[in-house]
């Protein structure tokens, strides 16, 4: 016969028990209570705020604001719960998320949820403090809903943040969503109770710990029917705005801004505890890309990139130096080329050494990769000296040589060339220094811009002349304003689409033809010219700033004539493995050239690049095709 009075014993020893009375809660925590404590009951207990849908959708609306992030974007949930951050953001498109928890329940409620959904959000178990995702992954790293500050001392969370700084990428951003702890030390509920469900309730006692820095919190779960089921304690640490502000300095993170502070309400709206008051943090990583350990024979070409000098003055920039975002820029082309495969890399950016540097290059490496658009020395007039000096010194480089870009550097000369190439051009005339009469054989508008230069330099909104008395006040402000004194031209203002065209490689054999595009003057208001000149590229409190591009809406006639002339261009310009042309329709509807970009703009929100993403090419597979037709070319010379 069965023993039931044994059965009955094993039964009151799995019961859980309450413990009573406590005079000091602190007595009882474990110091690793979060290994245990996410469950099913904190599910139950918490459900009024992360068990609430309309809740996750705000929270994710303002938090996906504030990174600036987009479905591109690599984004980890970091203690990421049963998922309900990473989840609504695979539902609103996002491609590249991963969510990270130590609780092996909440992580299998997580997966469970991706799979009925058939949402592409990868979840992982495991600890933050040393997480299994490779150096320089995330664009954006979210540690949401007060699940930071679990750790015995505050080293252990600088640990997470140390963590947290290794596998963001350069400028990427964390977003740490923190119980407010000067709010809390004043209005913590020292004991309380409420309903979870129709037959569960939890009691709640909490005190600040004896060093002041801790919330010590016990909860006491109990069923109506079968009693207590837990009596569990946990302690949270409480950040202030200061010293979180500090432990982010500690932890060499930068740009740390508080930005928001967040009144939790919900449907149950009782007992919300640490929830009550939260405050939003974030800050961004100041770091160069860690290069990729390549065993030997998997390198196949040796490159070294050359850029502009970051430490000279830049006269074309707004405020006349290398800002943080050049050096965004400068970084968002290191990711991609670190991405790259076959390709062992270094820079050169220090133009005081620069010779010098390459000399030593000879003979070591198989070709440079030239970014140096600014000029030798950031001068404009020294664009082709960067490439002259590798010539002279016999080491290959990608993009066009010194004769192209001196040809493409004068506008009046492509005019010219284009001219009699049979390719369409506007009227316009060139205005020299010494010139103080001249006729113009073109009727108004007219378009007034200095001959020489790039990144439209001396281009804006009163570059476009509707009478004579505009044209000299243009011409004398380019003159005296810029200090400009060589020639000017002075061109038919072309009122159609304005428009530009990328090819990547070396035609007439392997090359590829990137969507046309035009730019979308609609947001602009309408006693502006339509163009897009100096205030579109560099000042973003212009109305200009709002001039975006889009894919171009031609005829196929008319876009097959501009390929044409471009191939044609870039043939008799002997301009090589990447260029951008810019044209412009007249009121007929027939598209005329306003230029050639040999070396164009090479950064990641550039026109090459917004052409190449239309075509649904990153901006790594642009750099990697840029690279890629350079080496071929340069392979076939040898």
Excluded at 5 to 27: F, I
């Amino acid at each position: 016969m069965k023993d039931r009075s044994k059965d009955y014993q094993n039964k009151e020893k799995q019961k859980p028990r309450t413990l009573g009375p406590v005079p000091h809660l602190e007595e009882h925590v474990n110091p690793d209570w979060w290994k245990k404590i996410f469950n099913s009951l904190y599910l139950k207990t918490d459900a009024d705020i992360v068990d609430d849908a309309s809740i996750t959708r705000q929270e994710i609306d303002t938090f996906s604001s504030i990174l600036n992030i987009n479905p591109e974007s690599h984004v980890l949930d970091l203690c990421c719960g049963q998922g309900r951050h990473s989840l609504e953001l695979a539902r609103r498109g996002f491609k590249n998320v991963e969510g990270l928890d130590r609780s092996h329940y909440l992580i299998q409620r997580a997966k469970n949820s991706a799979k009925k959904e058939s949402l592409g959000v990868r979840f992982k178990e495991g600890d933050a403090r040393k997480t299994p995702h490779a150096t320089d992954t995330f664009d954006a790293v979210m540690l949401l809903g007060n699940s930071f500050g679990y750790f015995e001392t505050s080293d252990e969370d600088l640990r997470v943040l140390k963590e947290v700084k290794r596998i963001l990428k350069p400028w990427g951003k964390i977003l740490l969503d923190v119980a407010d702890g000067s709010y809390l030390k004043e209005k913590y509920q020292p004991r309380s109770w409420e309903w979870i469900d129709k037959h569960n309730f939890v009691c709640r006692e909490r005190s600040i710990s004896t060093d002041g820095q801790k919330l010590i919190s016990r909860e006491v779960i109990v069923n109506d029917t079968s009693g207590v089921i837990a009596d569990q304690f946990y302690a949270e640490r409480l950040y202030t705005t200061e010293s979180m502000i500090e432990l982010l300095k500690k932890a060499d993170f930068a740009d740390i801004e508080i930005v928001d502070a967040i009144n939790s309400q919900t449907l149950r709206n009782q007992d919300l505890g640490m929830m009550e008051r939260r405050i939003l943090v974030t800050a961004s990583v100041r770091k160069e890309w860690t290069p990729k350990k390549k065993k030997v024979k998997d390198i196949e070409k040796n490159v070294v990139v050359v850029f502009g000098d970051p430490r000279k003055n830049d006269s074309l920039k707004p405020c006349g130096v290398f800002d943080d975002d050049d050096i965004y820029t400068i970084d968002q082309l290191k990711g991609g080329l670190n991405e790259i495969e076959g390709y062992s890399v270094k820079y050169l950016d220090n133009h005081d050494t620069l010779i010098s540097d390459l000399s030593k290059l000879r003979g070591k490496i198989d070709f440079i990769f030239n970014l140096c658009d600014e000029g030798f020395g950031n001068d404009p007039k020294k664009e082709l000296h960067v490439p002259a000096v590798m010539e002279m010194l016999n080491i290959p480089y990608t993009g066009s040589g010194p004769q192209c870009l001196a040809f493409c550097y004068d506008k009046a000369l492509v005019i010219g060339i284009a001219k009699d190439l049979g390719v369409p051009v506007p009227e316009g005339i060139v205005v020299k220094g010494e010139d103080s009469l001249f006729e113009l054989p073109m009727d108004f508008p007219v378009i007034v811009k200095p001959n020489f230069g790039d990144s439209s330099f001396g281009l804006n909104q009163h570059s476009v002349c509707n009478n004579r008395d505009e044209v000299v006040r243009a011409i004398y402000d380019i003159r005296e304003g810029l200090g400009y004194d060589k020639p000017i031209l002075v061109e038919e203002f072309l009122t159609g689409q304005d428009l530009s065209i990328g090819i990547i490689g070396n035609p007439p054999e392997n090359y590829t033809v990137l969507p046309l595009t035009k730019e979308d003057y609609s947001e602009l208001p309408e006693d502006l010219p339509r163009l897009c000149g100096y205030e579109a590229k560099w000042i973003p409190d212009s109305p200009y700033w709002k001039i975006k591009s889009m894919p171009a809406d031609l005829p196929k006639e008319t876009e097959e004539l501009i390929v044409e002339c471009s191939l044609k261009l870039i043939n008799r310009l002997e301009c090589r493995d990447y260029t951008r042309l810019d044209w412009r329709v007249d009121s007929s509807g027939t598209p005329k050239l306003l230029e050639v970009n040999p070396n164009p703009g090479w950064c990641w929100d550039g026109h090459l690049a917004k052409m190449a993403k239309i075509a649904g090419i990153s901006y790594t597979e642009m750099i990697r095709m840029i690279l890629k037709s350079a080496d071929e070319r340069i392979s076939a010379q040898r």
